[in-house]
């Protein structure tokens, strides 16, 4: 299943129930219609659903480069090397489900031969990259790097925040101390 089946698959999640999000699935990881995937027998649409499952709970390997159709890129694992133009554009997309393709864009550059020679990462070249992605990304590709900058997301949101609390704990002592926190 590409990415664009995922978000149209996403999209209208609320509105129906559990059996008809499973077929629907179905039908986009199949490339079939829905009534088709109906036809399908039972074992079938059983064993369908155990692999679709096993793709979206199952851990998967990451790696340092990934293809995706012809082309091959370099992923950014370390977010401390990323550049700034990839943080601000990261921190843009990063709000929306809707946006996985984008987010993704922006962590992972195309290598001019093979695996070798990544290219800069360029803001101008985002939006062709993030279709690529979008049109040709498999979700089985696409969700290890989810989960781990996900998880490294909110790893991240807890130690700010517990940072905060802590400086708060330090300038509550030191107005104590001091009345008005002055250094006397």
């Known amino acids: 299943m590409k990415l664009a089946g995922y978000l149209s698959i996403q999209n209208q999640l609320p509105t129906e129930s559990t059996e008809e999000y499973e ?26 659903k155990e692999r679709m499952a096993k793709i979206e709970f199952e851990p998967q390997k990451m790696r340092g480069d990934i293809k995706v159709g012809k082309v091959w890129y370099k992923v950014d694992w370390n977010l401390t090397d990323i550049t700034a133009g990839q943080y601000i554009d990261l921190s843009a997309f990063a709000v929306s489900e ?20 990544p290219s800069k990462y360029s803001g101008a070249k985002h939006p062709a990259i993030s279709e690529h992605l979008l049109d040709n990304m498999t979700i089985e ?28 704990k330090e300038l509550e002592t030191l107005l104590h101390e001091n009345g008005d926190g002055s250094q006397q």
């Open 98 to 117: 809707a946006n996985i393709h984008k987010s993704l864009a922006c962590l992972l550059r195309p290598c001019k031969f093979y695996k070798w020679f």
């Open 141 to 168: 590709q696409a969700r290890p790097l989810m989960v781990f900058f996900c998880t490294l997301l909110q790893e991240s949101v807890e130690a700010t925040q517990t940072y905060l609390e802590s400086q708060m």
């Open 23 to 48: 077929l629907r699935v179905l039908a986009v990881a199949l490339g079939l219609s829905i009534e088709r995937v109906r036809s399908i027998p039972s074992k079938q649409t059983f064993n369908l």
